[in-house]
């Protein structure tokens, strides 16, 4: 049984994630999304929030669980029995910090891989920080995140008034 890792910290998840998901539980027996610490970023959702949000937009896919974890990636991966990390590449920005983060990743633990895939290029411009730029000035968002992670979204802002 091929059990993959898809982490990050999925504030909110969009498209571009969702499309990395459903492929890559074609590939692999189960995918883990794991929503995990990025010590670089303050969060709009909180770690329950982006879970249940994540559930609710993978819920059709039925090899594919959603859990929470504090700590190391590659302890989590241990855990969890996996030694597949999986990673979508937008475009040659991403390389240089995900190369960073893989090879620290091979270096703490030399029997995990990480995976690689290209976003499709439709979602090459989307990340989880332009989606909540465009939806804090009220710019349309529909075609960045699923119905119900713009709801979500826009009850944040509603309720966070003067951010
Ligand atoms: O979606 P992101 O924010 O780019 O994901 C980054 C994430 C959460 C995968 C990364 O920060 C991470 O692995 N955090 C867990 C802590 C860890 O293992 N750090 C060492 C490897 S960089």
């Known amino acids: 049984?091929?059990?993959?890792?898809y982490p990050g910290s999925f504030d909110p998840i969009t498209y571009g994630h969702l499309d990395i998901v459903s492929r890559g539980a074609k590939i692999f027996d189960r995918v883990i999304v794991a929503v995990l610490?990025?010590?670089?970023?303050?969060?709009?959702?909180?770690?329950?929030?982006?879970?249940?949000?994540?559930?609710?937009?993978t819920g059709d896919i039925p090899n594919?669980?959603?859990?929470?974890?504090d700590g190391l990636l590659i302890h989590y991966l241990q855990q969890r029995q996996s030694n597949v990390i999986i990673k979508g590449l937008r475009a040659v920005t991403d390389f240089e910090y995900e190369m960073q983060m893989a090879s620290i990743n091979r270096k703490l633990a030399e029997?995990?891989?990480?995976?690689f895939m290209m976003t499709n290029n439709q979602y090459s411009f989307l990340s989880s920080s332009i989606v909540k730029e465009v939806a804090r000035y009220d710019g349309q968002i529909s075609d960045f995140v699923p119905p119900v992670v713009e709801k979500a979204i826009r009850e944040k802002f509603a309720g966070n008034q003067g951010k």
Do not use: C, W
Request: no cysteine; charged share 30%; net charge negative.
């Open 1 to 5: 049984m091929r059990i993959a890792v």
């Open 37 to 57: 610490h990025n010590s670089k970023k303050q969060p709009l959702f909180t770690v329950e929030e982006r879970l249940e949000l994540i559930r609710q937009v």
């Open 64 to 69: 594919v669980e959603v859990e929470g974890y």
């Open 111 to 115: 029997d995990i891989e990480t995976f």
